[in-house]
């Protein structure tokens, strides 16, 4: 029902900064909530940052202080600013968005992916 197009993923060196971006459209009536998932190679993904519809963001201990989740509900865009980047960062980020469609159902939906690579 949903499109999550995802983007700013890339090679950085550990200490750098990446800003990751993830614009939804489709048939959304109510977003419950968008977040940035990661899943490193061999390990299973975890939540690094969620950002709730009241706007309250919530982290993983390992990113907090470090990254930085936002919103633009203008433009149905939410960001991830990566600051201080280390090797241990470097996973495929997945966005996720826990919406009522307009069918009244309630679904999550994940992006494709962005690749982010940390050398140390």
């Known amino acids: 029902q949903v499109q999550l197009v995802e983007s700013g993923g890339g090679l950085v060196q550990a200490g750098g900064s990446l800003r990751l971006s993830c614009a939804v459209s489709g048939n959304i009536f109510r977003i419950n909530a968008v977040g940035w998932y990661r899943q490193a190679p061999g390990k299973q993904r975890e939540l690094v940052a969620v950002i709730t519809s009241s706007g309250s963001p919530n982290y993983a201990g390992s990113v907090k202080g470090r990254f930085t989740i936002s919103r633009d509900n203008a433009k149905n865009t939410v960001y991830l600013q990566m600051n201080s980047l280390k090797p241990e960062d470097t996973a495929v980020y997945y966005c996720?968005?826990?919406?009522?469609?307009?069918?009244?159902?309630?679904?999550?939906?994940w992006g494709r992916g962005t690749q982010v690579t940390v050398s140390s």
């Open positions: 996720n968005v826990k919406y009522r469609g307009s069918n009244w159902a309630e679904r999550s939906d």
